[in-house]
T-cell receptor, first 111, second 111 residues
């Protein structure tokens, strides 16, 4: 299995600001995925990020709003641009190697 | 894209009873299936991953059944105990390693 670490584990920011969420894997993974979960709801797949290529976004999520970088096989960053209260949720990174594992999540509150 | 429907959204059972959660999916090409447990404030814990060729899968205290003909996946917790109280999610993967989640079931096991 792969262990995924996220930083920060929680953040509070003002509307209109941007913030970054980092995900680090303890071994190389081909694909990293980012999910959004609103309180006690299901997880929505936001995008798939492979090394050296642009992330592929699901319907309802855009590169301008949620740019994702994947500079190498163990690291990815999700940015939330122009944060709004509606972006307040938990963001998880995930990888597929050996099963589908998730990081601990980053709880974001936008005021 | 893949649609995953999970039922029931809420389930309350007595300790020692069984609890059954069912998911149906739409994409006949789905080949990888997952069940997750999520406790409040925590990340997702992978309970079981199921490949399409195996219809019955047993874990510790639970059984997962896959019916590909009906496109149905079920989780049966046998002899539930209060520690099983949590949210449970099914997830389905069809291609490109993208997985899609059901809406979740909030399980409460009463002593």
């Amino acid at each position: 299995s792969v262990l995924l670490y996220q930083k920060p584990n929680r953040d509070i920011c003002q509307s209109g600001t941007s913030l970054k969420i980092q995900c680090v894997a303890d071994s190389q993974v081909v694909s990293m995925f980012w999910y959004q979960q609103f309180q006690e709801q299901s997880l929505m797949l936001m995008a798939t990020a492979n090394e050296g290529s642009e992330a592929t976004y699901e319907s309802g999520f855009t590169k301008d709003k949620f740019p994702i970088s994947r500079p190498n096989l163990t690291f990815s960053t999700l940015t939330v641009n122009n944060a709004r209260p509606g972006d307040s949720s938990i963001y998880f990174c995930s990888s597929r190697e050996g099963g589908q594992y998730f990081g601990p999540g980053t709880r974001l509150t936008v005021l | 894209g893949e649609q995953v429907e999970q039922r029931p959204p809420h389930l309350s059972v007595r300790e020692g009873d069984s609890a059954v959660i069912t998911c149906t999916y739409t994409d006949p090409n789905s080949y990888y299936f997952f069940w997750y447990k999520q406790e409040p404030g925590a990340s997702l814990q992978l309970l079981m991953k199921v490949f399409s060729s195996t219809e019955i899968n047993e874990g510790q205290g639970f059984t997962v059944l896959l019916n590909k003909k009906d496109k149905r996946l079920s989780l049966n917790l046998t002899a539930a105990h209060p520690g099983d109280s949590a949210a449970y999610f099914c997830a389905v993967s069809a291609y490109n390693n993208r997985i899609f989640f059901g809406d979740g079931t909030q399980l409460v096991v009463k002593p």
